[in-house]
């Protein structure tokens, strides 16, 4: 019986972590505060209602949680076992999420098929659903699925959508913004730093296409690595790679500021 009861811990546990705090981290590092803000005290409150409904599963680990986050009391076993509360439940919104997480699913189909990475932008994804979509969540689709635009038709049946393959040179540079913002985010890892730590970027390469990316994209770069200076050649760091990126080689390398 406790593993019945568990079980549904561990599937929100999931969509918390791959879902809602994935979706968020550019919240969570964003330069509007209010916002920042916002979004870093409903994680604190979901965790701390976390750590009391899992209290009585894992005990020591919803001790160190709660702690950890700051809660009122002495101890997460002081605390009361969360309530229910139906007026907090947003019912529509809640299937509404759900089929965009449907639609999301499909569109990374169609992208596997195509064998496009999802570091690739795209034009346009059109879905069809009986449901009219708001702004808001077409929005988190077209980042989800890293897309320009997304359409929406109306139809019966289930959900499909349909994505417009095409890579224009515009959106070829896009995508190797993407790949390198990646690959200079890892290195931060390594090299220990925060997100209000910020770094010198350097980069060296023969390839054309890729200078012109840096120079058209570099804005971008730099906002999506949290630098504060992007230079045209080698400078003495240990944090570096050379890699290679669509066929020609890239040497990129960090230095915190």
């Known amino acids: ?92 919104l809640l299937e509404e999420m759900k089929l965009i997480r449907a639609l999301a699913s499909l569109a990374l189909e169609r992208r596997a098929v195509a064998a496009i990475p999802v570091r690739q932008a795209l034009l346009k994804l059109t879905v069809k659903t009986r449901e009219k979509l708001s702004p808001e969540l077409l929005a988190l689709l077209r980042d989800e699925v890293n897309v320009r635009e997304v359409v929406g038709e109306e139809r019966e049946g289930s959900p499909d959508v349909s994505l417009d393959t095409t890579i224009t040179p515009e959106l070829r540079r896009e995508g190797l913004a993407r790949e390198v913002a990646r690959q200079v985010n890892a290195l931060r890892k390594l090299a220990g730093l ?30 999506d690595t949290r630098a504060a200076e992007l230079r045209a050649g080698k400078l003495e760091t240990e944090f570096s790679k050379t890699m290679e990126l669509d066929g020609a080689k890239l040497w990129i390398g960090i230095k915190k500021t």
């Open 1 to 92: 019986e406790i593993t019945d009861a568990a079980r549904p811990l561990a599937e929100f546990v999931t969509d918390l972590s791959t879902w809602y705090v994935r979706r968020s981290r550019e919240r969570f590092k964003g330069d509007d505060a209010e916002d920042r803000a916002a979004a870093a005290a409903t994680l604190r409150y979901t965790l701390l209602t976390l750590a009391r409904a899992m209290a009585p599963f894992t005990p020591f680990f919803a001790e160190a949680m709660y702690r950890d986050l700051g809660g009122a009391l002495e101890s997460v076993h002081l605390e009361g076992w969360p309530e229910y509360e139906k007026r907090a439940i947003d019912e529509k």
């Open 194 to 223: 925060t997100i209000a730590d910020k770094i010198v970027l350097a980069y060296e390469t023969e390839s054309a296409e890729l200078r012109e990316m840096f120079s058209a994209l570099g804005v971008t770069l730099r906002r």
